[in-house]
């Protein structure tokens, strides 16, 4: 009997001894890699990022361009600095938004941009004159091309200028819907026989 409470005790310590072996084994490998992200700081930082939105037929729709680029895993964000973003719809006049900084919230369905926004539309294929949209905080959905803002904001087009508290913008419709305090200065209609 007193052979096999010291063969017991023998397998016991054996198998204690070969679990505290392995458990500083892996503490030994896990000590070496670098610390774990952060959940409050960026996972990953980018400079010269360019990221590009496909359709269903793999076209590129849009792209977002930024001097840099900080991704935040926790909420999914990404802050840019010196973002440009640009349409590449061949069906719309070019389109083209920069900013100082940009917030990209919802995998990219929605880009919160501000500082010295400006939004600059190419002229249309059926003569309308070219826009440039200027205010300080602007967001964007890019799938919808659609834009709205609730500070003042000021639009060229042409030889017109319309200055506004708040507008929101569609570029697929080509339309502008101004909220508040709207003042401006619109060119004159050309007559079909005042043209020559």
């Known amino acids: 009997m007193r052979d096999r409470i010291t063969a017991i005790i023998a397998i016991l310590l054996l198998a204690g001894l070969a679990g505290v072996t392995y458990w500083f084994s892996q503490a030994a490998q896990f000590s070496n890699l670098a610390n774990p992200v952060s959940r409050e700081g960026p996972d990953s930082i980018g400079n010269g990022v360019t990221l590009t939105q496909f359709d269903a037929m793999g076209r590129a729709t849009n792209r977002l ?11 999914d964000r990404a802050e840019l600095q010196q973002p440009r973003y640009v349409s590449l719809r061949p069906d719309q006049p070019r389109l083209e938004a920069r900013a100082q900084q940009a917030l990209v919230e919802e995998g990219g369905e929605r880009i919160i941009m501000t500082g010295d926004v400006v939004i600059t539309r ?70 079909q026989g005042a043209r020559q």
Request: glycine residues 6%; proline residues 5%; hydrophobic residues 40%.
């Open 122 to 191: 190419a002229p249309g294929r059926d003569g309308e004159a070219p826009m440039r949209l200027a205010t300080e905080k602007l967001v964007a959905l890019p799938d919808f091309e659609q834009f709205s803002t609730d500070l003042p904001v000021e639009v060229d087009r042409g030889n017109s200028v319309i200055r506004s508290v708040g507008m929101d913008y569609d570029n697929i419709k080509r339309v502008v819907k101004f909220h508040s305090k709207v003042r401006g200065t619109f060119e004159a209609a050309r007559t």
């Open 65 to 75: 361009f930024a001097e840099t680029m900080k991704h935040y895993a926790a909420d």
